[in-house]
């Protein structure tokens, strides 16, 4: 009994890692696709390395989002 329990807590924890790293790309793939695309005169990498908290705090919402989306639709 233990060791099912065991097999299958492995197997949840194997499931979570995988859909939090499948997030993090994915996050990660959105928000250089609209720093390409959408915002194309508007440099985030240059504006975070010149200090620019705007720009860091829109960032870090685009990520958010995206990780909400991700997670309801992996959810079920």
């Known amino acids: 009994m233990q060791l099912e329990f065991i097999t299958a807590t492995l197997f949840n924890i194997g499931v979570n890692i995988l859909y939090t790293v499948l997030a993090l790309f994915i ?10 695309k959408l915002l194309r ?5 240059g504006e975070l390395k010149k200090g620019n908290i ?4 829109f960032a870090s919402t685009i990520l958010v989002f ?3 989306i991700i997670s309801f639709g992996l959810k079920g």
């Open 27 to 36: 996050g990660m793939i959105s928000l250089i696709i609209i720093d390409k």
């Open 41 to 45: 005169h508007v440099d985030i990498e």
């Open 54 to 57: 705007a720009v860091a705090i």
């Open 66 to 68: 995206v990780a909400f």
